[in-house]
């Protein structure tokens, strides 16, 4: 599997941005789709990830009612809106696809993007 992540950018703080993962290379039926994130000096962290095959979504703590995330069959896209944007969520934001069981964990994701930056001013 093949991830592009784009979107990122500069915005000020309140604003939104929607970021995008096209993936290519093989059917996401049975696979995770997540992003992360890696802010400077930070590990990097779970953001939020769905389910290809059934649509099923979850967050992290800190992004939930402010991020949403989606996917498009036709495209081979997943999709991570950003509302209400908080200088602390400037960091790298990274798709990823996997097949294991514990999607809030990086290890559990074989395939990666390059990463999009994200910088919110305040």
């Known amino acids: 599997v093949q991830l592009q992540a784009y979107g990122g950018g500069l915005v000020q703080a309140g604003g939104s941005l929607r970021l995008s993962c096209a993936a290519s290379?093989?059917?996401?039926?049975?696979?995770?789709m997540a992003w992360f994130r890696q802010a400077p000096g930070k590990e990097r962290e779970f953001v939020s990830a769905i389910r290809w095959i059934s649509g099923s979504t979850y967050y992290a703590d800190s992004v939930k009612g402010q991020f949403t995330i989606s996917r498009d069959n036709a495209k081979n896209t997943v999709y991570l809106q950003m509302n209400s944007l908080k200088p602390e969520d400037t960091a790298v934001y990274y798709c990823?696809?996997?097949?294991?069981?514990?999607?809030?964990?990086?290890?559990?994701?074989?395939?990666w993007g390059q990463g999009t930056h994200l910088t919110v001013s305040s």
């Open positions: 990823a696809a996997g097949a294991g069981t514990y999607f809030r964990l990086p290890q559990a994701y074989n395939y």
């Open positions: 290379g093989r059917t996401l039926s049975n696979y995770v």
